[in-house]
Nanobody
């Protein structure tokens, strides 16, 4: 299983970005996909997740601003980020989890910078 994240960049406060996480390989084994972020000097945190049933969850700091979704026809999970704040600045990663075998697959990060 391979995950490829993209879509990061520079946005102004209040702006929007959409991240994409393309999944290839044995995608049928992936039960859950999460978006994580890590800011300089901080621990990596889970931002949003979506499971195979379509249920979603979010960290409190992004509720109402970020939306995680998936397109099964494209094997891609998205993170739509609106009303961006400077504190959203971080490297964002996607992770696919296979709970049957306890395996986790990380994609390379994509930088998101929110600044005026």
């Amino acid at each position: 299983v391979q995950l490829q994240a993209c879509g990061g960049g520079l946005a102004q406060p209040g702006g929007s970005l959409r991240l994409s996480c393309a999944i290839s390989g044995s995608i049928f084994s992936i039960n859950n996909v999460g978006w994580y972020r890590q800011a300089p000097g901080k621990q990596r945190e889970l931002v949003a997740a979506i499971n195979s049933g379509g249920s979603t969850s979010y960290v409190d700091s992004v509720k109402g601003r970020f939306t995680i979704s998936r397109d099964n026809t494209k094997n891609t999970v998205y993170l739509q980020m609106n009303s961006l704040k400077p504190e959203d600045t971080a490297v964002y990663y996607c992770k696919g989890s296979d709970y049957s075998y306890g395996r986790h697959y990380w994609g390379k990060g994509t930088q998101v910078t929110v600044s005026s």
